[in-house]
């Protein structure tokens, strides 16, 4: 089976930085998409940013210019590097791949189960 497992949130100062990372583990045969997504409290869950296998990314206009993704596709894993962080930044942020699997013969999307992102002074 196929595991998302995420890691890197923490508690920061708003300014400050962190760098999320999501390592995909299982029976893979490849990967497409892979993404960030993140969830506040009372909030709908939103796109924070994803980049195709090519490479090709795309941002959420509220985090442009403060967060990079970025993946290795040796390791399967994806990054989200987070800078000028801003309270609300606060969320649970999540990993989503999109991963095509051959025993089942499958191709869906994979969701981690969070971590959380505090900025708070």
């Known amino acids: 089976q196929v595991q998302l497992v995420e890691s890197g949130g923490d508690l920061v100062q708003p300014g400050g930085s962190l760098r999320l990372s999501c390592a995909a583990s299982?029976?893979?045969?490849?990967?497409?998409?892979m993404g960030w997504y993140r969830q506040a409290p009372g909030k709908e869950r939103e796109l924070v940013a994803h980049?195709?296998?090519?490479?090709?990314?795309n941002y959420a206009d509220s985090v442009k210019g403060r967060f990079t993704i970025s993946r290795d596709n040796a390791k399967n894993t994806v990054y989200l590097q987070m800078t000028s962080l801003k309270p609300e930044d606060t969320a649970v942020y999540y990993c989503?791949?999109?991963?095509?699997?051959?025993?089942?013969?499958?191709?869906?999307?994979?969701w981690g189960q969070g971590t959380q992102v505090t900025v708070s002074s």
């Open positions: 299982g029976s893979i045969f490849s990967i497409n998409t």
């Open positions: 980049m195709s296998s090519g490479g090709s990314a």
């Open positions: 989503r791949a999109w991963i095509t699997t051959l025993i089942p013969p499958r191709n869906t999307d994979y």
